[in-house]
């Protein structure tokens, strides 16, 4: 069985090496050296250096992925209430990912390449559990839709995209006008009153 605390040395190695490092130069020889293993260990725990830089995104959202499943599981929440939360998760999740000094910032081409594939396996991750919630909504009769699985695809990535506001940066202004938009087609798409949906209020003074 592989040691937990040996997987979490290799991860934090490369961690260490991408502060004054580009993804691209390091390589897995060096991960290992700076891990105080062989190469021929590390490759027990990961198959390649894409994964171990996998596995780092992936530790920094354990907590936001915990937090989808306790919302999914905890029926006696209105589930647009459980959406607004975890949405505010999804957002304080890609906040801190940025603002921790462990944060590898060797340079602004790392920091882009990192934070989209930290969205996307947010993204894909959350996807499964918001969709639950759907699900719950349209059993109980507060939601109308016949593709639960889309439109909780569809909604992360707008939020994921819009409340984060790095890959595609727009005013405080125009990022409310979009969240709005999305808010209106919830409403209509869910066949849910106009307005029912005012009180998911959202950060986006980024």
């Known amino acids: 069985m592989p040691d937990s605390k040996k997987y979490d040395i ?5 961690q260490q090496l991408l502060e004054d490092r580009t993804i691209q130069s390091i390589s897995v020889s060096e991960i290992a050296q700076k891990a105080g293993m062989g190469k ?3 490759y027990y725990y990961f198959p390649s250096k894409e994964a171990i830089l996998d596995a780092l995104i992936e530790r920094s959202y ?3 992925l915990q937090t989808a499943k306790n919302l999914a599981s905890q029926t006696d929440i209105a589930p647009f209430t459980r959406m607004a939360m975890l949405f505010q998760a999804c957002q304080n999740s890609s906040t801190a990912f940025l603002m921790q000094p462990e944060t590898p910032i060797s340079s602004a081409q790392d920091i882009a390449f990192l934070h989209q594939k930290y969205l996307t396996r947010l993204v894909s991750e ?3 559990d918001l ?5 719950q909504g349209i059993e109980n009769g507060e939601i109308h839709f016949d593709h639960p699985a889309a439109l909780a695809e569809i909604v992360l990535i707008v939020i994921a995209v819009k409340l984060d506001n790095s890959l595609f940066p727009t005013s405080p202004e125009e990022t409310a006008e979009t969240l709005k938009g999305l808010i209106a087609l919830l409403e209509k798409g ?3 009153a106009p307005g029912t949906l005012n009180y998911l209020t959202f950060t986006t003074g980024k």
């Open 40 to 42: 021929g260990s590390l």
């Open 190 to 192: 869910t066949d849910i």
């Open 10 to 14: 290799i991860l934090d190695a490369l």
């Open 126 to 128: 959350l996807k499964p």
């Open 62 to 64: 354990e907590k936001t």
């Open 131 to 135: 969709t639950e919630i759907i699900k």
